[in-house]
DNA sequence: ATCCCAGAACTTTTT
DNA sequence: GTTCTGGGAT
């Protein structure tokens, strides 16, 4: 490509980023402002005007499906082969760089990676073991504590524990640590932390990646944490090209540490200059207006305001539901007549604030047969099968990770029970050995009853008579030979229903990716399985067996970050729901969310729809919520009103609707429950849960507007108690 | 080893 | 209200 060609199409800004001199630079780009764009066409750029060796690229993301599709992009532009660069996530190069020098960070070379829920077990297991009390310290909140240091670059030892609470999790971090070191076993945090210390205590290892990434540019600045900001600077060194990329308005990991702050501080520390990308090709100047208008509430913004030289367009419609079945239906009403233009399933969106929500809205899809896609929920290579088969294969590939050891020692089951386990885990702790040699000597000193004694041995043999039989197999063949010799397959064939069904198409699929499955070439791996171990669990499965057809996609407003849709619908926009309870209650939450809803709103180019609901069931009880406080931020020019909202009068002695009202409110309008379809017109307060004595009913009301009244149609489904 | 029930949880998510 | 999990009973 000519350098020319380069530059063409990319506005004022997008150019002046592109083309910049060698120099720290930030580029400060708002939502739909082509940022993606401006990274790989500096690329392109740095190799053929700067005659940058592709050697010297380290590019940056945060998901594996940025990477790839930077990837992807620098190769069209560049029209060749991106081999040599770097392009990965933060945990993806890291572990890359840990595996080339595992020895030096006093790692093994088949070392494994823990993913969260190994984690959490991991960490059960220590608190039994040194008898604390689950109940009062779940593993969850533990887990967090650990990557909440780890994140800070926080060492057990580097922390001051000044309160007995403290102690007893510094107490169990370091226990927990000890416990991975001795099994081979890093965790997400881990890698990172792991990395950046071997870096720091290895002068000559880190001058050589210095000298090497003459060219680093990192994706989303703005979610960076402590120790990946570290990390960076370190391997920056005292480099002076640096571009970050990022969006302060976008901001919206602070919860799992994520650092808006090291935005301002990458000006101080690498003195760099502020490019910013305001230009927005991808919403309607309404929209953009009711975002910019909304995030000025916002405090301590390095400030940005989006323009469009697009249209104008519709304005954002506002609807009051009733309850949540009605805001549901709303939602599939203005999808199906949308479809009906001739529009695509799949250029629509819902967005809410937490998955719960997504229940109500599929039923709604289901009634009406339409097609949708929920994303996030459980990732293909975390299912129980599928983690199952895994953990054999990491113990073919490492005899120290207890982990995996723990995980299927009996499973399936084989006659070793908790005796047998406790016994191999006492040896284990009084030894510090690893689990499996624990259990070797056991079995040597005849500690353990004849048939436990067989049932361990057993068991020690299929994982050697495994690593033994797949030495000339392919991966493929290697995955199938252990899920259907350690027995896996045919537990799970066993299972009935839907469930068991699912997991042996699910163990198929597993074989198949490892079909699929291409050992990186460049990448130090001492067999494709170890590079497909890490794999799975670096790549968490998503798109594993995905079908692409028409279909709505639904997801939260976080996993909705760095998409767009034509047609965005954003529901439970409501006091308590979004910004959420607790966001209020804390201090600093509730920028963060309001962040969350810019993001939300820009997601969309032609038109959104905000909907709330004045009456809602949540985890069992009828809540009164008032609409979001960003609805009333958003300027009176941008928006209209589908419904006005009427108050909902709730009895005073009760939350609840009482049976009688509910009665009295359908006898008043001439219908009696029961009768499949009602007409009837209501007034404000419209009643609309009934539960009577002996049998539960819910009344699902459709609305439309009829004037000032509303025409509804309800039917009631009695379900026998 | 398996099953069943009581009790707890319940933002947001990538790696 | 629903779903998951852990512990106790069989």
């Not at 005849?446 to 495994?466: C, K, N, P, Y």
């Not at 990448?523 to 709505?552: I, N, R």
């Not at 419904?643 to 002695?653: G, I, L, N, S």
Request: proline letters at 2%; charged letters at 25%; a negative charge.
């Amino acid at each position: 490509m000519d350098v020319s060609e380069l530059l063409d199409g990319l506005n004022d800004n997008q150019r002046e980023a592109v083309a910049a001199p060698l120099q720290n630079m930030l580029v400060l780009a708002g939502a739909g402002s082509g940022k993606t764009r401006v990274l790989v066409h500096r690329i392109a750029w740095l190799m053929q005007v700067e005659n940058a060796s592709p050697y010297s690229v380290f590019a940056v993301t945060f998901t594996n499906k940025a990477a790839k599709e930077m990837r992807a992009r620098v190769e069209q532009t560049i029209e060749g082969s991106a081999g040599g660069m770097w392009i990965g996530t933060f945990h993806g190069l890291a572990h890359r760089i840990l595996r080339a020098h595992h020895r030096e960070a006093k790692l093994p070379e088949s070392f494994q990676i823990l993913d969260s829920d190994d984690q959490q077990r991991m960490i059960r297991r220590l608190l039994k073991a040194m008898n604390i009390d689950e109940k009062k310290w779940p593993a969850k909140h533990i887990a967090w504590y650990i990557s909440a240091k780890k994140d800070e670059g926080l060492r057990p030892g580097d922390i001051q524990a000044y309160d007995v609470n403290e102690q007893l999790l510094q107490r169990v971090y370091s226990a927990y640590q000890e416990a991975c070191d001795r099994a081979g076993l890093v965790d997400f945090a881990e890698i990172l932390l792991r990395c950046y210390e071997v870096l720091q205590q290895q002068p000559t290892l880190l001058r050589h990646y210095q000298q090497r990434f003459a060219h680093i540019l990192v994706d989303e600045f703005q979610d960076t944490n402590t120790i990946q900001y570290r990390w960076l600077a370190l391997i920056a060194g005292d480099t002076n090209s640096m571009m970050i990329v990022g969006d302060d308005d976008q901001s919206i990991y602070g919860w799992r540490g994520a650092r808006i702050e090291n935005i301002k501080r990458f000006l101080d520390d690498f003195d760099a200059e502020t490019i910013r990308l305001e230009q927005n090709y991808r919403s309607t100047a309404t929209i953009l207006k009711a975002a910019n208008t909304l995030i000025e509430n916002n405090s301590e913004r390095m400030g940005k305001s989006l323009w469009t030289d697009g249209n104008q367009g519709e304005p954002i419609s506002i609807y009051a539901a009733f309850n949540e079945l009605d805001e549901a239906r709303f939602i599939v009403g203005k999808i199906k007549t949308w479809l009906q233009a001739g529009n695509a399933l799949s250029d629509s969106a819902i967005l809410y604030r937490n998955n719960a929500q997504s229940r109500v809205l599929e039923e709604a899809l289901l009634q009406e047969g339409m097609k949708y896609r929920i994303y996030g929920g459980m990732r293909f290579f975390e299912r129980q099968e599928i983690k199952d088969a895994l953990c054999y294969l990491r113990l073919v590939s490492n005899r120290q990770d207890d982990a995996a050891f723990e995980r299927v020692i009996n499973t399936p089951t084989r006659g070793i029970g908790d005796k047998t386990l406790s016994h191999i885990r006492d040896c284990a702790r009084a030894e510090s050995l690893p689990l499996w040699y624990a259990a070797k000597a056991i079995i040597e000193q005849q500690h353990l009853s004849g048939r436990a004694a067989t049932a361990v041995t057993r068991f020690l043999e299929l994982v050697d008579g495994i690593e033994a039989r797949i030495g000339d197999l392919t991966l493929a063949e290697q995955a199938k030979y252990a899920i259907e010799n350690t027995g896996l397959m045919a537990m799970y064939q066993a299972e009935k229903g839907e469930k068991g069904r699912a997991r042996v198409e699910n163990l198929e699929e597993l074989i198949n990716a490892c079909e699929q499955y291409e050992l990186p070439v460049d990448e130090e791996f001492s067999s494709p399985l170890q590079g497909f171990l890490a794999y799975t669990s670096l790549e968490s499965g998503e798109g594993q067996a995905e079908e692409h057809e028409d279909a709505v996609q639904m997801m939260t407003l976080h996993s909705a970050k760095g998409l767009e849709f034509p047609l965005v619908f954003m529901a439970g926009v409501e006091e308590g729901m979004f910004p959420s309870q607790q966001s209020q209650e804390e201090s600093g939450r509730l920028e963060e969310e309001r962040r969350l809803c810019y993001v939300g709103m820009t997601r969309a180019m032609d038109k959104l729809y905000i909907t709330h609901a004045e009456a809602r069931r949540l985890y069992g009880q009828e809540k009164y919520h008032s609409p979001s406080r960003f609805l009333r931020e958003l300027p009176d020019d941008c928006i209209e009103e589908i419904r006005v909202r009427t108050k909902v009068t709730a009895p005073q002695q009760s939350s609840r609707f009482s049976p009688s009202l509910t009665q009295a409110a359908f006898a008043d309008s001439g219908f009696n429950l029961g009768q499949r379809v009602l007409h009837a017109k209501f007034g404000e307060g419209t009643v609309l849960n009934y539960e009577g004595a002996g049998a539960q009913s819910r009344v699902q009301v459709n609305f439309d507007d009829v004037g000032s009244k509303w025409l509804v149609t309800a039917y009631a489904r009695l379900q026998a108690l």
